[in-house]
């Protein structure tokens, strides 16, 4: 039996990590959130294992609200950093592999072609330069570790776009979407899915080297306004969208105008298929009615 620590199970990749987790009888998982383990709290985390033989460590936890974070960078450097410095320095203490969830928002988000692993980082935002110093902080610490940079999150669990669409479309004629900012939603469930196979894959192979940063989203590519259209097309709403540019719309935070992630690495060295993006979400919108 191998054994799983998951945290920030209540979020949405912790949740369909939860849901699939029953199809795993060779892995044992501790899910955990905030009320259970607090990971910003070294001897909690320590307590937390003991006894336990966790052999791989799926962090799922982070502070994701990106406007937020612009006004509280220290609660989002304390979660995104620091917390992540202490779950290295468990796993590395006790041969423990992390995978941690990271974020396009490390890039400049100016690219004009799918951002590589070895791309040049340049956060615009307190978001995203948290969430890089999370990133470096886990390589410093400990060398077998898998980062995974995601995109667009949405699943049917918690506050994401294509629920906050689904929803206004039932009761709105007409929304203004943003059409030039381009990128690729993640459906959770299939990273979830990916996540679970590369522990497989590492389990699988006694002389497994190839740790360090992969990038992981949905196939092709859209923008927030062409993710929208669809969604209330799949939904069965007759709500009008209409395309608006990013500077008709206020936020406290800059958003990357590209964020679309190449996955050629992670799909060659794990053998993932990953689905296209309009399949996903009309797989994650019929769970939801269902």
């Known amino acids: 039996m191998i054994n799983l620590l998951v945290t920030g199970s ?58 937020q974070a612009e006004e ?10 620091v917390a992540v410095k202490n779950l290295a320095e468990l796993a590395s203490n006790n041969n423990i592999i992390p995978i941690h969830i990271s974020t396009d928002y490390v890039f400049s988000g100016e690219n004009f072609k799918p951002y590589t692993e070895t791309d040049s980082t340049n956060p615009q935002g307190s978001y995203g330069r948290t969430k890089l110093q999370g990133e470096e902080l886990l390589k410093e610490t400990t060398p077998n570790h898998i980062i995974i940079r995601t995109s667009w999150l949405y699943s049917p669990f918690g506050k994401n776009f294509l629920k906050t669409m689904i929803q206004l479309g039932k009761n709105k004629t007409e929304l203004e979407v943003i059409a030039d900012q381009i990128g690729t939603p993640t459906y959770a469930y299939d990273l979830a899915k990916s996540i679970l196979k590369i522990i497989s894959h590492i389990e699988k192979d006694n002389n497994f080297k190839d740790y360090g940063t992969y990038h992981f989203s949905n196939e092709g590519v859209c923008s927030w306004y062409d993710f929208a259209q669809e969604i209330q097309l799949s939904a069965g709403n007759k709500c009008k969208i209409s395309a608006i540019e990013s500077k008709d719309f206020h936020c406290l935070a800059k958003r990357p105008h590209y964020s679309v992630l190449n996955k050629s690495k992670i799909k060659h060295i794990f053998d993932l298929e990953i689905p296209h993006w309009r399949t996903s979400m009309k797989h994650c919108i019929h769970r939801m009615n269902n």
Do not use: P
């Open 10 to 67: 209540n979020g949405q990749l912790g949740r369909e990590i939860r849901d699939l987790s029953s199809e795993y009888d060779s892995f044992h998982f501790f899910f955990t959130d905030i009320e259970e383990l607090d990971i910003t709290n070294k001897t909690a985390l320590q307590s937390y294992i003991e006894g336990k033989d966790i052999r791989y460590l799926i962090n799922c936890a982070a502070y994701t609200n990106v406007d």
């Open 72 to 81: 509280n960078e220290d609660t989002a450097q304390l979660i995104n950093a």
